[in-house]
């Protein structure tokens, strides 16, 4: 469910006429809907009534601040992955208490910052990891709760580069392992196991290999407890799928809530979720400007004006999105197949292929659907393209939460060396 559609034939976002946004703050331009997010952390929270749970909003979908501070007031807390996504959490208004912290490869100095706060749990990837967390807090006086991050060895998620809980993906921890793992934690000083993690992938539709992580996982706690260890919590992941295509049926939060009620509910335990995707994605879509039709022997070319830079989804794991074009084809207009591709000089830096349209005009604007997770995120400014500007829509108004920056802004951080001047 979203809150983008026609109105006497244009594209609105709420109750806020995309054309309008487009005119005002230029193109290509992310808008997120702010009832959309609101809906899907209210329709998440209401699934888990009953369950002691920390919804922890995955920060790598979208951590734009105003989308942070949306998600805050509806009482998530946040899953972050870096030392800068915990400063944007915290800069949103996300107590560290509510503050989870993944990621395979987290520095001392994200470490020392992540405890001076006093984040609720550290999710650690590695028996390496694991000492050096240790002695990070112990200097600091301090013991970081801890869950290990277990790789159950189950394959998911809609694409191989977003299957996380394989053997052989670099995440989690083998399974016979984890133990061996929890055994050590009891023999540093500065760290303290409170859960077991696990996190299978992203884009995962079908409930089955999930039902099969988590039991293992919650098999595991229990194991783990019958050993001797106090464990208060389970973190589950993220990786629910949205509907990217009108047909697709994903799981809904709803039945995905009821498996995992079922599944840890005799445990008397704190269920941490990371959703990002289920959040963030169809809350948001990126606004393009036609540029040229170029027609070739075998196809058109629909060259628009956002790149690969912009939306990398399609190169980065051959992703669909919707295309709708802002003002609604009339009954008249014939539909016809475009290669639909962005400006930067990469053959990867393709939208769709063979997609039908209703012959769009230069100056024409199109949607990308379903862009409001991995879209600005993954944004860069390659090509020495400026960074897409974000766009938050709330009712009747809308705020640019992101501009565009100018090329002085672009070069600001480079310098030129003394030979050279
Ligand atoms: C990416 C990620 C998530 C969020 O995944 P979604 O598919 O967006 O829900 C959650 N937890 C971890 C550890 C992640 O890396």
Request: charged fraction near 20%.
């Amino acid at each position: 469910m979203h809150h983008f559609s026609y109105h006497q034939g244009r594209l609105y976002c709420e109750q806020v006429d995309l054309s309008r946004v487009a005119d005002d703050v230029g193109t290509p331009v992310y808008v997120y809907s702010t009832a959309t997010l609101r809906r899907h952390a209210r329709v998440i929270a209401e699934a888990f009534t009953g369950v002691d749970c920390l919804i922890a909003y995955s920060v790598k979908a979208n951590g734009n601040l105003a989308v942070l501070r949306t998600l805050a007031r509806e009482g998530c807390g946040a899953d972050v992955v870096s030392g800068g996504e915990l400063l944007r959490a915290l800069r949103a208004g996300i107590p560290a208490s509510r503050i989870v912290f993944s990621g395979v490869g987290k520095s001392r100095m994200e470490m020392k910052l992540a405890l001076d706060q006093g984040i609720h749990q550290f999710n650690v990837e590695s028996a390496a990891e694991l000492v050096v967390l240790s002695d990070v807090a112990a200097t600091l006086g301090k013991v970081a709760p801890v869950a290990i991050r277990v790789n159950p060895d189950v394959a998911a998620g809609g694409h191989p580069n977003i299957s996380t809980g394989k053997a052989g993906d670099k995440f989690g921890v083998a399974w016979a392992e984890a133990p061996g793992l929890y055994q050590q934690i009891q023999a540093l000083p500065g760290v303290e196991a409170v859960g077991v993690d696990v996190h299978i992938g992203s884009q995962i539709g079908d409930l089955a290999p999930m039902r099969l992580a988590f039991e293992k996982t919650v098999g595991l706690v229990r194991q783990l407890r019958a050993e001797g260890h106090t464990l208060t919590r389970v973190d589950l992941g993220g990786g629910l799928a949205i509907p990217y295509h009108a047909e697709d049926s994903p799981a809904p939060p709803k039945a995905y809530a009821d498996m995992i009620r079922d599944i840890t509910e005799a445990l008397g335990i704190q269920v941490i979720l990371e959703p990002g995707r289920v959040i963030a994605g169809n809350a948001g879509i990126l606004i393009t400007e036609v540029l040229y039709q170029k027609p070739a022997p075998d196809r058109t070319f629909l060259i628009v004006d956002a790149g690969m830079n912009d939306l990398i989804r399609p190169a980065l794991y051959q992703a669909h999105h919707d295309i709708l074009p802002l003002r609604e084809a009339g009954a008249d207009v014939g539909w016809t197949p475009f290669d639909v591709v962005g400006p930067i000089c990469e053959s990867t830096d393709k939208f769709a292929s063979q997609r039908l349209l209703p012959n769009p005009e230069p100056g024409d604007r199109l949607a990308f659907m379903s862009s409001g997770a991995y879209g600005a995120v993954l944004a860069s400014q390659y090509n020495a393209r400026p960074l897409v500007a974000e766009v938050l829509v709330d009712g009747d108004r809308f705020a640019v939460v992101r501009r565009r920056p100018s090329f002085e802004e672009m070069i600001a951080l480079e310098h030129m060396p003394d030979w050279l001047s």
